[in-house]
Structures are given as structure tokens and as C-alpha cells.
């Protein structure tokens, strides 16, 4: 099974798991930790997470900054088996990510992150649209 773990500096990580939850109803497969908040560690978060973790979960950690704290320390568990480590999570790679239930290869996964990166746009208005429906996904 597919497993994400999702830990942010402050209240980033709880905040998407919000807008997940109303986008799709619900997200069982993914833990979230707001680090920062007071003194419980990241460390002690995985740690306690990987305790229901079965040897054929694939694991799928976000992090909200490559190089940040919460990164760095997610890092240290990607020597165990089926741990996968994707920073700079946005809402369109967690919604991806969490519609799907079996384990990704790293192929899937780096298309993934391909797609939810040409999410990100420069929307400019045009006044010749406003009384228009507009396509955005075109």
C-alpha cells in the first residue's frame, strides 16, 4: 500500500491536508506533522510512524523546502526499503499522490512531480475573458 507522510515547517502540512480533505472527501493514507509547533521532533514523529508501517508499504515523504530542517531530517530514513523523499510539495502533487493506492516507481513518480510543477502558472488578466468561460486547463 501507499503511504504519504507530510511534514512542513508550521502549519503548511495540516493546511493541504485541509484542502485535500474537501477536495476529495478524505485521505487516509496520509500522516501530516506541523513542525515547529512545540517540542516534539520530527524525528520522534517518523519514529512513532514507522511503527505501523508493514514491510510492503511504500512510504512517500513530502517535505515543504529541499535543504530545510524537516527535509534533512526526513532524509536520514531513506535507507530503509520502499522510503521515497519528493521536496517542494505543492497542493496539485499531494492531490496525485493521494488518489493513488499501490506503490510508484520512481518513473511514475518523477512524472508526477513533472506534472504538478506545470501547474504552476502566471494567470494574467485579459478583459476579452471576463464575460467569457475560460479553459484553464488548455
Known amino acids: ?9 508550521g502549519k503548511l502540512a495540516s493546511g ?19 513542525a515547529y509547533l512545540d517540542d516534539v521532533t ?4 517518523i519514529e512513532k510512524y ?3 508501517i508493514n514491510e510492503d508499504d511504500q512510504v512517500l515523504m513530502l517535505s515543504d523546502l529541499f535543504g530545510g530542517s524537516v527535509n534533512q531530517v526526513m532524509y536520514t530514513y531513506l535507507d ?10 505543492n497542493l496539485a502533487l499531494l492531490l496525485e499522490l493521494s488518489v493513488r493506492d499501490k506503490p510508484l516507481t ?3 513518480i518523477s512524472s508526477i512531480i513533472e506534472d504538478s510543477k506545470n501547474t504552476m502558472k502566471l494567470v494574467n488578466y485579459e478583459e476579452e475573458n471576463l464575460d467569457k468561460e475560460v479553459d484553464f486547463f488548455n
Open 1 to 9: 500500500m501507499l503511504k504519504i507522510f507530510l511534514a512542513s515547517h
Open 16 to 34: 493541504m491536508k485541509s484542502s485535500l480533505d474537501i477536495l476529495l472527501g478524505g485521505s487516509e493514507n496520509i500522516t501530516i506533522f506541523d
Open 42 to 45: 520530527v524525528q520522534e514523529v
Open 50 to 52: 514507522i511503527e505501523g
Open 80 to 89: 530503509r526499503p520502499n522510503f521515497k523523499l519528493i521536496s517542494g510539495v
Open 106 to 108: 520512481d518513473s511514475e
